[in-house]
């Protein structure tokens, strides 16, 4: 999932984070294919091209066997999910107790566009 974006390529920025507030970010999970935002509750270093964050980052939904097929046609909801990360110097740290795929790797952070 990457986005190209003519005005940050001009500018010569390879943002990772899109802000959403003054102290608010959003980042491209290549882990569970969703957007998460994190916001200055956690120790940030500032830098949108290379961020990093501390301490870990943490998403899940508990189980809900009652979702709809339709709403959860990839079965999120109704197994649950889990996506645990170190966001470090640009890159993301997915630890192994994630339900996806990139469970216990280390990947780029995706690039972002500055809008929508
Ligand atoms: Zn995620």
Not at 21 to 33: I, L, M, Q, T, V
Not at 74 to 103: P, W
Request: proline fraction near 8%.
């Amino acid at each position: 999932m990457t986005f190209h974006c003519r005005d940050s390529r001009t500018l010569g920025v390879r943002r990772r984070l899109q802000p959403v507030s003054e102290s608010a970010w959003r980042f491209e999970c290549p882990g569970c294919k969703w957007s998460h935002v994190i916001d200055d509750s956690w120790e940030f270093n500032g830098d949108l091209e290379h961020p990093t964050f501390s301490p870990s980052y943490l998403a899940w939904n508990d189980p809900n066997p009652n979702a709809l097929p339709e709403y959860d046609p990839d079965g999120r909801y109704r197994n649950g999910f889990r996506c645990h990360s170190f966001i470090r110097e640009g890159r993301i740290e997915f630890l192994s107790d994630c339900t996806h795929e990139l469970a216990g790797q280390t990947v780029d952070l995706p690039e972002v566009g500055d809008g929508l």
